[in-house]
């Protein structure tokens, strides 16, 4: 791998990987030898791909197409919110949600810190949308 980041995810974040495992046999066999139960950001040795692996949960993504990572909020009022990290295009499409809930603080929180180290580690801008609040 060219990068392998370890980012510290508090146990009772809400905000995680989808369920998905889209990390190729690579990135799984180094996980499953050295971060069990880590939340991992990685670069692949060729830079072509990046993702994020948790245990089961991964994603990866085809890194010509990507071109931020984006924090959205959407604040509760009569709804309960929600919040959210993706990395997108140029355009702003969703190419990977890398983590996601209904909206907490801690969650928030999280992802507030974890949103500049993965726009560095996969050198991508950092975005944030606000949605406003869940009316």
Known sequence: MKEWIEIERPVDVEADLPLNDQAPPEVR?????SSKNRFIAWVSSDSKLIGCIKNNRS???DFSLAAAV???EMEPAKGSGYVGLDITTKNGECLAVIASSRYSKKSLQW???????LAKVFQLEERYEYHGKDA
């Open 70 to 72: 984006e924090l959205y």
């Open 29 to 33: 066999d180094e996980y499953d030898r």
């Open 111 to 117: 992802l507030k810190q974890a949103h500049p180290i």
């Open 59 to 61: 994603i990866s993504v």
